[in-house]
């Protein structure tokens, strides 16, 4: 079945998820999307992001057959005025759905190259704490954590190993926290970790 189990940390959040399967259709995009999606999908060259794009509208419709996306910046918004966060990653898509500022999703497949980068988003005091057994999903789960922020904030410019920190954790946490600090601006976020198949998902709301 496609359509995953609903996540909800919180009374103000839902996550919904879906699983991409080659062989079924998600929706037809001459028929199920509006003209703006319509040609939004036929921007994307790839076949696999065509699924992607697909998948995270029927996600949204979902929730309410009426709901239509906007864009400002990049940054999406719903035309009821709820906050969207958006992530996909290979074969699940995910979306974010709050009333509340400042939410962020991100999903990530566990996949060893996040070594090669680890220093580009991580400080030197979670780079140690992630090191050892089970540092592969550890780390996969400190950049979704930090993309999650990243997509909350919406801030241009931010860099993820000064700008974002994140409070210790392993991978049997559940939840954490994170930390976004720029000049004198500082703002917590609640952390929401769930472990989807072999991929690391977590969800960001500001505290």
Same mark, same amino acid.
């Given at each position: 079945?496609?359509?995953?189990n ?11 998820l ?11 995009p001459?028929?199920?999307?509006n ?18 794009f ?8 979902l929730v309410?057959?009426d ?11 719903l ?5 969207i966060?958006?992530s ?6 995910a ?13 990530e ?6 070594h090669? !980068? ?8 979670e ?11 550890r ?6 954590a930090?993309e ?9 410019g !931010? ?9 210790e954790?392993?991978n049997?946490?559940?939840?954490g !926290? ?8 500082? !703002? ?19 505290i």
């Amino acid at each position: 079945m496609p359509l995953l189990n609903d996540l909800v940390p919180n009374q103000s959040l839902l996550c919904k998820l879906w699983r991409i399967v080659d062989s079924e259709d998600i929706m037809d995009p001459n028929n199920e999307l509006n003209s703006d999606d319509y040609q939004i999908f036929l921007s994307r060259k790839a076949n696999h992001m065509k699924r992607q794009f697909l998948a995270v509208r029927k996600l949204i419709s979902l929730v309410d057959s009426d709901l239509r996306v906007f864009y400002k910046d990049e940054v999406p918004f719903l035309s009821d005025n709820r906050n969207i966060s958006i992530s996909h990653s290979e074969n699940i898509a995910a979306i974010l759905i709050s009333d509340k500022r400042r939410i962020g999703i991100d999903i990530e497949r566990i996949n060893k190259k996040v070594h090669l !980068i680890k220093s580009k988003f991580l400080n030197q005091k979670e780079i140690n704490y992630l090191t050892g057994d089970g540092e592969t999903k550890r780390l996969t789960k400190a950049w979704t954590a930090k993309e999650a922020i990243y997509k909350a904030v919406r801030k241009p410019g !931010i860099i993820f190993s000064e700008n974002i920190s994140l409070e210790e954790f392993n991978n049997d946490t559940k939840s954490g !926290i994170g930390k976004f600090t720029l000049s004198n601006q500082e !703002i917590r976020f609640k952390l929401y970790f769930y472990d989807v198949d072999d991929y690391c998902l977590t969800i960001s709301q500001e505290i």
